[in-house]
């Protein structure tokens, strides 16, 4: 295989695995992985086969069948629902939200859409490269790879690595259009470099309100990284809370003020699947018992979210007009809600008992069971068997739940103040970190249970906030939580709250005295300042369940203040449990490794240094101004031609190298006249001419030679000068 071919197969192997790595951690996600990797390696094999045989025109063909097919496919495996709503206006809507950035895993068929797409481009790509058309193999590569950046599911470091293999490709397609062979690698590698490591560092995203470029102590606050992710939640490391007011409630019970839920687990965070739809008037309640309850909601702050007890069944107020509903049963509204505007809700609460909810049975609805039992591929074995070993001998799933909120509130300690996980978050909370907040409980819950067959689902809003008058509360940012609900067939989502309340209370309560204290306005309204705060309540009410079951029904969190592994008042004032500068003993830590983006871009500069260095001939001067530094002895003649060898280099580093022609004594004569001394390099030449061209040279001769130009070599070197 001749140079240019090697590098074009290089680096379309490397833009390949850049977009092929993205879908395949789609289709890990949703546990499709091995028909994804066929899928891959059919395509491969039919390139490889393809291109031996048929001309251009046919693989095009092929490649327009290949998405045509996959695409039908996708369609075949949607269910009935979202066929229904799959008008032309639909698909070209979606089309433009996934190139604008609309993520894969928000797909309902995400597995589905990524083994379909992922042949077309595998094979063009490879069929092109096969018949040496290695520019547009690499545009082949290359539309797929920009599919997957904009989409939002390609991170830094594989869009470097695309970016790269791509551009290796181009290199090694003009290396062979123009003859030059790999003779040009080097300028390009520069030119790469440059590229990479301009865009990662002078990259710069802008933020929200909560959370700004540049955090007060570089964390994201809780509302940011929860209420306000939108359509997915990334689980990060450590952070701060906002103590600044965002609405007023006014409801006749507390409640947890739900804003969303997520469905589909991937590792490092939650997704939403599905897309909105208008809000039309009535919704549907829980299939079992309920009641009423009603809010009417202020905004105290812009605010982008819909706050509702769960489950909400009907919104009023302005923003009813352009509200809309997650399939998940969540309210979103359709713009931000100005300070001082009012909406109201009913919502209709479950009232199940622990004995309903013993007896509720496992008969789930197969759309609960597609969507709510869902883990990663590559969720790990020992995490099965943690939570299969907590479960214990659990006869029902609520008795399931109740174990493993009992456990993690017990064996693990409250913090926000955390390294962010550097794998998948529930395996790094449960077996390498004895410290976390709710986003990491309510994960690990989730799936401690879905490991057991048991629905469950990732939810976030707010808590019930401070109490200020009769039933009023003020919810802060500082409110904002993660909780878990659990799926209950004939009762419909309960909730369950596995982070300790009391070390948490105490860090809210903490932050809002230090705001209080420091002249912050924005935290109370009027006749609020120095109100009760009750975050949570430590009791039931008529007609819900009872409280010492270990169920968490709306508006009560049975986590007790009396954790014997909480981490107490400073410390939870502080962020509680090991930072991440300190090890599991107290003791400091190993210093973290950089992330592979750094890591990546480092050596990318790493490469394009070296590269611009053998370009400008600096690798070339320093290898042989080392190799000038000693010689090994051989014979007398042997060592005269290397002690003047090893001259011309010192002279060359000094002067200018040796002209076409010119003859050695000529070259030193016209550059080294008054510089070491003339009679010692004449000398040195001399001894070179007899032993290249005359008689030889004598041993003692030849000792002088290289004893002088050693001497020569030390003056010439500071290091050496200064160490001698």
Partial sequence: MDGSRALAVVGLAALTWAYVSVLWRVTDVVGGSVRFAAAVAVALGLAVVVGRVVGVRV??????????????????????????????????????????????????????????????????????????????????GGAALALVVLTGDADGAVTLVGVVGAALSGAASTAERHGTGLRQVDVVTVVVAAMIVAAATLSVVPGAATSP????????????????????????????????????????????????????????????????????????GPPGETRALRQLVTAEDTISVLPAAWKPVEVSGDVATDASVTPQGNLRPGRSLRPGETYGVRSRVPTADPGDLRR????????VTDAYLQL?????????????????????????????ERYLESEKQYSLSVPAPSGDVADTFLFEREAGYCTYYATTMVVMLRSQGVPARFATGYTPGEAVGDDERVV???????????????????????????PRETAETARLTEARQGGATDVDVAGTNGSETTPSIQGGNPGEIDVSEGVTPVGVNVSSNENPNTTGTEES????????????????????????????????????????????????????????????????????????????????????????????????????????????????????????YGHGVSAAEADEAVATVDRLVRSATPIRRRFR
Avoid: C
């Fill in 59 to 140: 693989a095009v063909g092929v490649t327009a069948l290949l998405v045509a097919a996959g695409f039908a496919g996708y369609l075949l495996t949607l269910p009935a629902s979202q066929l229904q709503l799959l008008t032309p206006d639909r698909i070209i809507n979606d089309t433009i939200a996934l190139l604008t950035g609309l993520s894969i895993l928000r797909l309902v068929g995400a597995g589905t859409w990524a083994t379909a797409i992922v042949p077309a481009p595998v094979f063009l790509s490879w069929y092109l490269a096969v018949r040496r058309r290695y520019g547009l193999a690499a545009a082949a």
């Fill in 213 to 284: 470029v540049l955090p007060d102590r570089d964390s994201p606050t809780a509302e940011a990284s929860l209420v306000e992710a939108d359509d997915s939640v990334e689980v990060v490391g450590s952070i701060r809370l906002s103590p600044s007011v965002r609405f007023r409630v006014e409801s006749e019970r507390a409640s947890y003020w739900q804003t969303a839920s997520y469905d589909r687990y991937t590792g490092d965070g939650w997704v939403r699947t599905g897309e909105a739809s208008a809000y039309e008037g009535q919704l549907a």
């Fill in 360 to 367: 509720a049975g496992t008969d789930y609805p197969e759309r």
């Fill in 376 to 404: 990663p591929g590559s969720t790990t074995d020992r995490v099965r068997e943690l939570s299969a070993e907590v479960a214990g001998d659990a006869e029902t799933p609520y008795d399931k739940a109740v174990a493993i």
């Fill in 476 to 502: 802060r940012g500082l409110d904002s939580h993660a909780w878990v609900e659990v799926y209950f067939p004939d009762v419909g989502w309960i909730r369950f709250d596995p982070t300790p309340s009391g």
């Fill in 573 to 692: 004032r502080q962020g509680g449990g090991p930072g991440p500068g300190s090890g599991s003993d107290g003791g400091p830590s190993l210093p973290s490794l950089p992330s592979t983006r750094t890591l990546l871009v480092g050596v990318a500069a790493l490469l394009g240094v070296t590269a611009g260095a053998y370009r400008t001939g600096t690798v070339e001067r320093t290898a042989g101004l080392l190799a000038a530094q000693f010689q090994r002895r051989r014979d007398p003649d042997t060592d005269a031609v290397r002690a003047y060898r090893r001259l011309a280099v010192l002279l060359e580093r000094r002067y200018r190298p040796r002209r076409s022609g010119e003859t050695p004594r000529g070259y030193v004569e016209s550059v080294a006249t008054g510089m070491f001394g003339g009679d010692d390099v004449e000398q040195v030449v001399e001894l070179y001419e007899r032993a290249e």
